[in-house]
């Protein structure tokens, strides 16, 4: 099982989606972090770099 880089839980592949921290969107992330960055994004907050997620990549 895939562990999310982001918050460190465990996720199903089915259950993954890309990061909008890249411009390539390369980073596999679960989907409550996905939407976290989709809200982040919408309402102009600073989405959180992956140099400051738990499991770095």
């Known amino acids: 099982m895939p562990t999310c880089p982001r918050c460190g839980s465990l996720s199903t592949s089915s259950n993954l ?8 969107r390369n980073l ?3 989907n409550p972090c996905g939407t976290d960055e989709a809200v982040r994004d919408h309402t102009g ?3 959180i770099p992956p140099t400051d997620w738990p499991i770095k990549h």
């Not at 989606?17 to 390539?24: K, V, Y």
């Open 28 to 30: 596999p992330i679960c």
């Open 17 to 24: 989606t890309r990061s909008r921290t890249t411009t390539a």
């Open 45 to 47: 907050q600073a989405l």
